[in-house]
């Protein structure tokens, strides 16, 4: 029985926004060569520097960042079979945090749009909307993290990621959300890290 125009168009657009929502929330990771942390067969590790110390108070993010990427880090290392002890430790975590700016991103209202005319009536958008998305697309800002893990013996950087996030609200500050997103960009950023060796 073929689907009637209505229903197509319903289903049609429940496909496009699930797409949407999944190209929302994606991230962009460069990580290095595992080969080399590979083949040092490490097990435990430790933390480079201690956690931040909010002594005055400050309302920076990187504040209510930091306890976020730190507890992240540790379980997604957990799940690949990593242990934190500083006492044995074969390798340091450290990360980077900074912010970044992109030019020519669009913004997320400007996804669907497209710059080439067609001749299908009544579904193209008009000029005017492509204006205002590349007019609100433009500079956009960047959460970035890189990771870095360094062997303790040699005291060399044996791997490092970095990973790249769109900021679609810069102005807002969401723990939660900001939570759920680190979570999932730290787990992305880890992915190609290979399991830790047997103790």
């Known amino acids: 029985m073929p689907i009637s125009p209505p229903r197509y168009c319903q289903i049609l657009a429940t496909v496009v926004m699930a797409l949407f929502l999944s190209a929302c929330s994606g991230v962009e990771t460069r990580p290095d060569d595992t080969e080399e942390f590979a083949a040092a067969n490490y ?15 400050s309302r920076d993010p990187v504040y209510v960042m930091d306890p976020i990427v730190r507890a992240a880090v540790d379980e997604e290392l ?6 934190l002890n500083p006492e044995k ?14 030019m020519g991103q669009k ?9 080439y005319p067609g001749v299908i009536p009544n579904r193209n958008i008009d000029q005017a909307s ?17 990771l870095q893990f360094n062997d303790m013996g040699r005291k ?14 810069a102005n807002r500050v969401d723990t939660p959300r900001l939570q759920k997103n680190i979570r999932s960009a730290i787990r992305e950023g880890l992915r190609t890290l290979p399991t830790a060796a047997s103790s």
């Open 43 to 57: 097990t435990f590790y430790s933390w480079r520097t201690g956690p931040l110390n909010n002594t005055s108070q």
């Open 156 to 169: 060399e950087q044996v791997w490092s990621v970095i990973i790249t996030k769109l900021v679609e609200d």
């Open 130 to 146: 492509i204006d205002n998305a590349h007019a609100l697309g433009g500079v956009k800002e960047t959460n970035n993290i890189a």
């Open 107 to 115: 913004g997320s209202e400007a996804s669907n749009l497209s710059n």
């Open 89 to 102: 430790a074969q390798f340091s975590v450290d990360y980077l945090y900074a912010t970044g700016m992109r």
């Open 78 to 83: 957990r799940s690949k079979g990593y242990r």
